[in-house]
């Protein structure tokens, strides 16, 4: 079965410096992969998401992250965050390009300090 | 063009009570998901609903069932009611297999 790692809890970070965000998948084929982000008390905002194709992929807000079938991971990244950016992030896989049921991680918090 | 919309925002049962959450799809979407995000969890996959029929479940009991209507609107119920029930409800849709866009959730909270 799927199964999707983040590996932080939480994460602080400074405004204006960048940011990495950690996922890790387990699936035996190509996994179709997303990173969500979720604001407080609000539903999952679709931040990118990687088929094929390129390896990097750019989303909204200024993400982007990079697939890594050697390492199993698809990391999120940000040059320079924002404090708007604090928010809860999930990483997800699909296990069809119908991604008919999405595995979520456990998510990463994070908070930005001025 | 409105997003996905869900009701009630929040609610309130108690434990061997029935409920019943409503979703209406993105314009243009005709698949609707159903997920359970427990407070501090990533969200679990309960069910999907193509063309009025239930296309996958997840590892959730009967007690939660659902209905999609022909205009692609979709129905969560869950009965007898437990403590462990509370949570936040999220639809998301889709058109056919692309990708699933979430709406706002519904707070549910089982006392």
């Known amino acids: 079965a799927q199964s999707v790692t983040q590996p932080d809890i939480h994460i602080t970070v400074s405004e204006g410096a960048s940011l990495e965000l950690r996922c890790n998948y387990s699936?035996?084929?190509?996994?179709?992969l997303f990173w969500y982000v979720q604001s407080p008390g609000q539903g999952l905002q679709l931040l990118l998401k990687y088929f094929s194709g390129d390896t990097l992929v750019q989303g909204i807000k200024g993400f982007e992250a990079e697939f890594k079938r050697s390492q199993s991971s698809f990391n999120l990244r940000k040059p320079s965050v924002h404090w708007s950016d604090a928010a809860e992030y999930f990483c997800?896989?699909?296990?069809?390009?119908?991604?008919?049921?999405?595995?979520f991680g456990t998510g990463t918090r994070l908070t930005i300090i001025p | 063009d409105a997003g996905v919309t869900q009701s009630p925002t929040h609610l309130i049962k108690t434990r061997g009570q029935q409920v019943t959450l409503r979703c209406s799809p993105k314009?243009?979407?005709?698949?609707v998901s159903w997920y359970q995000q427990a407070l501090g969890q990533g969200p679990q996959f309960i069910f999907q609903y193509y063309e009025e029929e239930e296309r996958q479940r997840g590892n959730f009991p009967d007690r939660f069932s659902g209905h999609q209507f022909p205009n692609y609107s979709s129905e969560l119920n869950v009965n007898a009611l437990l403590l462990g029930d509370s949570a936040l409800y999220l639809c998301?849709?889709?058109?056919?297999?692309?990708?699933?866009?979430f709406g706002p959730g519904t707070r549910l909270l089982v006392l």
């Open positions: 314009s243009g979407h005709d698949t």
């Open positions: 699936y035996g084929a190509t996994p179709y």
């Open positions: 998301a849709s889709s058109l056919g297999s692309q990708t699933q866009y």
């Open positions: 997800a896989v699909a296990d069809t390009f119908g991604n008919e049921k999405l595995t």
